[in-house]
T-cell receptor, first 114, second 112 residues
Framework: NAGVMQNPRHLVRRRGQEARLRCSPV?????VYWYRQLPEEGLKFMVY????????ESGMPKERFSAEFPKEGPSILRIQQVVRGDSAAYFC????????????FGQGTRLTVV | GDSVTQMEGPVTLSEEAFLTINCTYT??????LFWYVQYPGEGLQLLLK?????DKGSNKGFEATYRKETTSFHLEKGSVQVSDSAVYFC???????????FGKGTHLIIQP
């Protein structure tokens, strides 16, 4: 009975390195959402993907950030050339259909940039 | 744009006390409203929701009523337990963007 699985749970990167965060949705779910939680802030929507398509990336920074959800395998959130301000908790959620907001959340990946 | 404002924490109560966590929102149209809970070390879980005005969501003794006239969705519980200690997030969906718009979260601490 696997829910949304995110890995790693904790990730430490030096400034300038790349961070890759993985999210395996609930089996059978084809919609994935990524959120970022900065210290003392609520969760902020970043990107909404379906299999092989980016539906809405209006919350994603224009540079250094990218996301994919391939036909096979997990969704990946990639941050290139990380900076200290990227330090945050990144949460993934999945749902079985469009705008079904009873989404299931993963435990998050806590990224620390040193 | 859409926004959610909820009371700052931490909120510390004794067991069996009455709980209210305030939440107000601004949004275009008629959003759906949610409360999520995050227990230590876990992901967010949907606690309850309401999809239209005057709807009351309820679960595990928690309740919240969608008040369109005051744009509020306050969370209440009549008698809290130590196991209710967690972070509670108010959220909305249905504005211009996909995904949920969250408040900053309220850390609730229940003391025995």
């Amino acid at each position: 009975n696997a829910g949304v699985m995110q890995n790693p749970r904790h990730l430490v990167r030096r400034r300038g390195q790349e961070a890759r965060l993985r999210c395996s949705p609930v089996k059978g779910h084809s919609h994935v959402y990524w959120y970022r939680q900065l210290p003392e802030e609520g969760l902020k929507f970043m990107v909404y993907l379906q299999k092989e398509n980016i539906i809405d990336e209006s919350g994603m920074p224009k540079e250094r950030f990218s996301a994919e959800f391939p036909k096979e395998g997990p969704s990946i959130l990639r941050i290139q050339q990380v900076v200290r301000g990227d330090s945050a908790a990144y949460f993934c959620a999945s749902s079985p259909r469009d705008r079904d907001t009873e989404a299931f959340f993963g435990q998050g990946t806590r990224l620390t940039v040193v | 744009g859409d926004s959610v404002t909820q009371m700052e924490g931490p909120v510390t109560l004794s067991e069996e006390a009455f709980l209210t966590i305030n939440c107000t929102y601004t949004a275009t149209g008629y959003p759906s409203l949610f409360w999520y809970v995050q227990y230590p070390g876990e992901g967010l879980q949907l606690l309850l929701k309401a999809t239209k005005a005057d709807d009351k969501g309820s679960n595990k003794g928690f309740e919240a009523t969608y008040r369109k006239e005051t744009t509020s969705f306050h969370l209440e519980k009549g008698s809290v337990q130590v196991s209710d200690s967690a972070v509670y997030f108010c959220a909305l969906e249905g504005g211009g963007a996909d995904g949920l718009t969250f408040g900053k979260g309220t850390h609730l601490i229940i003391q025995p």
